[in-house]
């Protein structure tokens, strides 16, 4: 078969760049090697962010429109960093290299410069927690190099800078390689990992891997051998990587202070079979408690829990959740809450010529975590910087939770519901469950496992259809 004919068969998730490969199939989803990409139910959806089949275009066909945009340099952006007309964005994750691509199809002049702390590679970042099982080095994980990135979009790449601070009044930003002015600035710093408060003389050996540049630390050292793994935290990032580290043949420990996996994210009867489904594959799970300390060990680490309980292992990692990064506009003086509030018809801040989008900003009381809110706020983002309007709007998340042992995908009520209604369990034939969060009789969130996430996509497209009915601020 010819490249060409290769291409053309397979098809590409616009969202987050996951291809789908009819040879390859996608078994975790039930579709067998040799399934077309037409005869995929329409309920199917992306496994790596979620989106539905519409969200997909032929490989070829992308190919082609990469191609047809021949890289472009635009007035007085060739070699030139920032400028007092650019558009200047801190951030080269999803969020910062989707805006400028957005930006891009809108307007091909003006300049625009792109500063990373990285080197801007472009890389899915959800595939993370599914890469230790593949056998994926950090490097396969690339799928544009931050050069060839900016190169393509005719915009400037500058890597490996750190922004110290932000002159609002002067239009500038401080940098350890010098200022740089802008016209119109974007933060996308997107997440920091909570930092626990532990004692110990190896706290400064626990490992977070948020980036490509920890997932390399981490692969180094699982290249090594079989390793005893303690996962600090059983919520969604967590509850992943213990899996995908016991397919690989390593030995998880679970530990979180909640009484469940998942924790507020899935019903307890769903946490329940997925907990027993990690028992069957060795994966131990130690409830209602934390992490105290860890030591050097002789072999590794001695952890000592809260409980009293000591655990023996060769990794310590943590994965306790996110917290948006203020850093940067908080001490410029923005308006920040969790994340940096921002207003949600053109996604700026409290500052006329400074804008935020991704896991660092706040819009209609929420951040956002996932790819698919983001990639509208990148759509409303550019096009306010492009001279139109496309408010971003709230829409309930479907999360796939990327354990392939139990089938898992929630669409979680809105915390505007807290309190108002209860999980409701409406459909069970073992492991194959449907619960909903119902609401004055009416659905607003739901939970699906085993064969029943066949139905997630026309749930969620229902739930959308009755938002208004709903009420939801």
Not at 175 to 190: H, P, R, S, W
């Amino acid at each position: 078969m010819s490249d060409a004919n290769t291409l053309a068969d397979r098809w590409i998730c616009k969202t987050c760049g996951w291809i789908y490969d009819p040879a390859k199939g996608d078994p975790d989803s039930g579709l067998a090697p040799g399934t077309e990409f037409e005869d995929i139910p329409d309920d199917w959806y992306c496994p790596l962010c979620g989106v539905d089949k519409t969200d997909f275009i032929r490989l070829s066909e992308y190919a082609a429109a990469q191609q047809a945009a021949a890289p472009v340099r635009p007035r007085r952006a060739r070699g030139k960093v920032g400028g007092d007309d650019a558009i200047v964005v801190i951030g080269s994750g999803y969020a910062g290299w989707t805006l400028v691509e957005q930006i891009r199809e809108q307007d091909r002049e003006r300049p625009v410069t792109l500063i990373t702390a990285d080197d801007g590679c472009y890389y899915p970042k959800p595939a993370l927690s599914m890469a230790i099982s593949q056998g994926r080095s950090a490097d396969s994980l690339v799928e544009v190099s931050g050069a060839a990135m900016a190169d393509k979009l005719g915009v400037t790449l500058q890597a490996n800078t750190r922004v110290l601070g932000i002159k609002a009044q002067r239009k500038k930003l401080m940098t350890g390689k010098g200022n740089i002015a802008y016209g119109d600035l974007v933060i996308a710093m997107g997440a920091r990992q909570i930092r626990l408060s532990l004692d110990g003389d190896a706290v400064d050996d626990v490992m977070r891997i948020n980036d490509l540049a920890s997932y390399r630390k981490l692969r180094e050292k699982l290249d090594e051998g079989q390793k005893r793994v303690l996962i600090i935290g059983g919520g969604l990032i967590g509850a992943e990587f213990a899996e995908d580290f016991a397919s690989a043949g390593h030995s998880p420990v679970v530990v979180d202070l909640g009484e469940q996996l998942l924790g507020r994210l899935a019903p307890q009867p769903l946490a329940a079979h997925l907990q027993d489904n990690f028992h069957s594959q060795g994966i131990r799970f130690h409830k209602g408690t934390s992490v105290s300390r860890v030591d050097h060990a002789e072999t590794g680490y001695q952890v000592t829990l809260l409980n009293g309980q000591a655990v023996e292992c060769d990794l310590v990692i943590s994965a306790v959740g996110l917290a948006p990064d203020i850093s940067l506009a908080k001490k410029a003086g923005l308006d920040v809450n969790r994340g940096i509030l921002v207003d949600q018809h053109n996604m700026q801040t409290s500052d006329p010529h400074i804008y935020a989008l991704g896991d660092c900003a706040e819009t209609l009381g929420r951040t956002y975590f996932y790819l698919e809110p983001i990639r509208r706020q990148a759509d409303c983002l550019s096009a306010a910087l492009c001279g139109g309007s496309s408010p971003f709007e709230f829409m309930p998340t479907l999360i796939r939770v990327k354990t392939r042992g139990l089938a898992l995908t929630i669409c979680p009520p809105d915390l505007v519901f807290a309190g108002q209604g209860a999980w409701h369990l409406a459909e069970q034939d073992g492991n194959n469950c449907r619960m909903e969060y119902r609401v004055n009789g009416k659905i607003a969130g739901f939970a699906l496992s085993g064969r029943c996430t066949s139905q997630a996509a026309a749930m969620h497209k229902t739930l959308i259809s009755d938002m208004p009915s709903l009420a939801v601020a």
